[in-house]
């Protein structure tokens, strides 16, 4: 398996655009996981999905933040329009519910916002 | 809101040594994960405990847990320059009914001087 891929791995933008973020899980895992991380507030869970429904996204820091799951592989994370204070390593992580919680992450990608 | 706490924030240890990191957590848990990142790269999962554990060893890590005090050490025995890296510790919450995401600290940064 190739892990958790997500892409970009690094975007720089300017101010108002809109900017998706992709992510693929790792086969067979059935919650996926968005996660920003900054130096000032370390890494914050946005939103999460169990079999594709999300379940909590009060980590979604405004409505300019939305995500999409539309199948068992594939996932979004899109900020519309994008602002400075965006940018950041956004990270996606799946794992397998079965008791435990163990999270496999992608390599993360680095936005920034100009 | 952040979890799990780790203390030091930063920790310079010369190779061989062993290195110790803390982390203290607010609420009731099923297990407390470490992990670890290299610099530009996603997390490592390292190692896992759950709250009815005390101890857990795995390699050259060791982990402890107290529930009564929420706080949870790992000890990195016999430490070489490839350890150097961030460690974070993330709390599974009790009572998440479902995958729940991880709640993570801002990590310990730690150098191994060769």
């Known amino acids: 398996d190739a892990g958790v891929i997500q892409s970009p791995r690094h975007e720089v933008t300017e101010m108002g655009q809109e900017v998706t973020l992709r992510c693929k899980p790792i086969?067979?895992?059935?919650?996926l996981f968005w996660y920003r991380q900054t130096m000032m507030r370390g890494l914050e869970l946005l939103i999460y999905?169990?079999?594709?429904?999300?379940?909590?996204d009060s980590g979604m820091p405004e409505d300019r933040f939305s995500a999409k799951m539309p199948n068992a592989s594939f996932s979004t994370l899109k900020i519309q329009p994008s602002e400075p204070r965006d940018s950041a390593v956004y990270f996606c992580?799946?794992?397998?519910?079965?008791?435990?919680?163990?999270?496999?992450f992608g390599a993360g990608s680095r936005l920034t916002v100009l | 809101s952040q979890q799990g706490e780790e203390d030091p924030q930063a920790l310079s240890i010369q190779e061989g040594e062993n290195a110790t990191m803390n982390c203290s957590y607010k609420?009731?848990?099923?297990?407390l994960q470490w992990y670890r990142q290299n610099s530009g790269r996603g997390l490592v999962h390292l190692i896992l405990?759950?709250?009815?554990?005390r101890e857990k060893h795995s390699g050259r890590l060791r982990v402890t847990l107290d529930t009564s005090k929420k706080s949870s050490s790992l000890l990195i025995t016999a430490s070489r320059a490839a350890d150097t890296a961030s460690y974070f510790c993330?709390?599974?919450?009790?009572?998440?009914?479902?995958?729940?995401?991880?709640?993570f600290g801002k990590g310990t940064h730690l150098i191994i001087q060769p």
């Open positions: 992580a799946s794992s397998f519910r079965d008791g435990a919680n163990v999270l496999t």
């Open positions: 086969s067979g895992h059935n919650s």
């Open positions: 999905f169990n079999n594709n429904v999300p379940i909590d």
């Open positions: 609420t009731s848990i099923n297990n």
């Open positions: 405990i759950r709250s009815n554990e």
């Open positions: 993330a709390t599974d919450e009790l009572g998440g009914g479902g995958a729940d995401g991880l709640t």
